[in-house]
């Protein structure tokens, strides 16, 4: 009876600060950034910042500690506008027997602008089969070569091939004309510049397979069994080399913010690790020429919400945020509340976060990220990454723990779609942190004008915001950091 009794008095301050996270909360504040407004938070926009100081500002009131720059709570990240010049940029191959020029627009076009104007060269090696198998041969003598490869399925098997260090990736372009044509257009625009990419090689071009087939057969290679082969092989081609030559103007300069808000822990030892939650703050902005996502207008509505998408998520780890600042006593590990940007152009605002930490980066044990759950089934919440490390059967253990929640997470149902390699917790991964990423999946607003906040299920959120309190909470408290399967370490992060 006194072990239950002490049992009951230990959970009732965790009971008290998951019941703090409450739908009138929740729908309160995605009104707030999901606002006509914030004109859809697109990376970068003066709303975008509007809602960080939004975030920053809730922070202080919640005592956190400023994680950002310069004793804030916002961290900076920069980003240029690029214009790549196509008139001044050609390609070539020479050696082999296999000398041809490709012209810009005609047969190639630059699809990454995280070049300087300058010379690229290397020996051409053709890639067969998927990116996603186990690479035949050392990947160390794919370095400074020009790869020819089929498009990555996914964020992780483009990091994988950068990783090789090449010279040049040349993916194999299989658009129709008037895709491809619409393709070359978009990549003259000023874009902005990936800030987490370092600038310089690899160049990344798209060249046409009509144009890049009778190449191959020069040297001896058909590109149509390369595409289709099952083995993941390189072939280097007869010593032929490819040059480029790419010519890249700088248009303007800007930044984007991240919010940094952290939670000491109160155990003298382990208060020197971290458990991260997380959600990107951004979305894509107004529909329009320069709108991204495929956003279109809708008559007189042309503002891009993203009340779910993900604007459920920030304001999920604004809700934990305040559960845990009214605890006593705090949980024994330290905790970090990020709200990122960028995620929609490419992870920016994460991956510069990854990379930029406010503490040391193996002094974080987990990742908890949380992208979209304001809509879809009432009682079920989607946990990518579970199979991957224990995590998983923590958050089993914490879901049995809590009927009361009706809430079931489950593993990953949309392999097919990858998006363990599309939200910001992968950031954390490929640094080596165990990751869980709740999502309850798309729907038809995604991306859409009609992603509103009289959308936004407050009540549903509500009770899967408390499911990844309490187990942020049992991370936090348990004696263990979360531990990686192993072989998924090895694929995830030493990328094997």
Known sequence: MLALLLLLQAQAPAQRAAHTIAPEDIRRRIGIIADDSMRGRDTPSPELDKVAQYIAGEYRRLGLKPGGDRGTFIQRYSIDWMKIVGDS???????GGADITFSYGTDFALVDNTFDSGDYAGDLVLLSGSLGGALAGDSASLAGK?????????RGELQRVLAWKPEGIVFVGTAPDSIWRRNVERSMRPQLRDPSRPVGPPVLLAVRATSLQPVLARLGQDLTAAQNATTLEAKPLAGAQLHVHARIQSQDHSSAPNVVGILEGSDPTLKNEYVVFSGHMDHVGVAGPRGSGGCRAKG???ICNGADD????????VE???????????????????NVSGEEKGLWGSEYFSDHPAVPINTIVADLNIDMIGRNWKDTIVAIGKEHSDLGATLNRVG??????NMRPIDDIWPQESFYFRSDHYNFARKGVPILFFFSGTHADYHQVSDSPDKIDAEKESRVAQLIFYLGLEVANSAERP???PDSYKRIVSGN
């Not at 993900?310 to 780890?317: C, K, N, P, R």
């Not at 049995?400 to 929640?405: K, R, S, T, V």
């Open 483 to 485: 531990k990686w399967n």
């Open 300 to 302: 007189a509505d042309s």
């Open 400 to 405: 049995a723990a809590h009927p009361e929640l």
């Open 146 to 154: 020009m790869l020819i490869i089929n498009r990555p399925r996914n």
């Open 89 to 95: 940029s050609v390609a070539f191959v020479h050696g």
């Open 320 to 338: 934990i945020a305040e559960a845990f600042a009214s605890m006593q006593p705090r949980p024994k590990r330290s905790i970090i509340f990020l």
């Open 310 to 317: 993900d604007g459920s998520g920030t304001v999920a780890v």
